[in-house]
């Protein structure tokens, strides 16, 4: 199977209302040619899953300014004030998930878990309407996984096949990601052939990904 497709094919394959995880931290390794696709598609009603909405100007901060977005599922907003405003306004839902337990639910979905327990939220308005349980005394939130119709994530090296390096602080958020969604789609910085990755290197096997997009 060739992995290797346009920018313009990936974004026909998303679809107004999907739920889309993208990859980054304050927009370190957004899949920025992807995302820029999407603007200029008008992909609407978009349910994001990132650390963050970045900036007002970069990445995935630009979906938020476009209000593509319906909801955001997110542990911070507060370095776009886009995102803020159109929640104080009832345009945009948010979904405020302390750092550690989003990722967690996250991996929680790549490994096919009922979810995880954690003490972070307890006695706090994160844990209204949540599962308390209670483990040797102590009590725990029960965190339910979190998937995705579409991961957009970001590659430093790539190969053919789909196995991804990054690069230092651009692992990030992607290699969970690219775990927990029904399709992958790889924004790659260079794409080289298979073998040309120590197999040591590999940080995302190429089953993970379905598609290879070239990137900056």
């Known amino acids: 199977m060739n992995k ?97 337990t989003l990722a967690e639910r996250i991996r929680a979905a790549g490994g096919g878990l009922g979810g995880v327990l954690t003490p972070t939220g307890i006695g706090t308005i994160v844990a209204e309407g949540k599962t308390i349980v209670e483990v040797d005394g102590k009590q725990y939130l029960l965190e339910k996984p979190l998937k995705a119709d579409v991961a957009l994530i970001v590659g430093a090296k790539v190969d053919t096949k789909g196995n991804i390096r990054y690069a230092k602080a651009t692992r990030n958020f992607n290699p969970i990601m690219a775990t927990a969604a029904d399709l992958v789609i790889v924004e790659a910085d260079e794409i080289v052939e298979p073998g040309q990755i120590d197999p040591d290197d590999v940080m995302t096997p190429g089953i993970f990904v379905d598609y290879i997009v070239k990137g900056e």
């Open 4 to 100: 290797l497709i346009s920018i313009e094919e990936a974004a026909d394959m998303i679809k107004d209302g999907m739920t889309i995880m993208f990859g980054g931290f304050l927009g370190c390794k957004n899949p920025f040619k992807l995302v820029d696709a999407l603007i200029e598609k008008g992909i609407k009603d978009i349910t994001l899953i990132a650390n963050d909405t970045s900036f007002p100007e970069v990445g995935i901060g630009k979906l938020i300014v476009n209000k593509q977005v319906k909801k955001v599922i997110a542990s911070h907003i507060g370095t776009n004030k886009e995102t803020g405003n159109q929640m104080n306004y009832g345009e945009l839902e948010v979904e405020l998930v302390p750092q550690g």
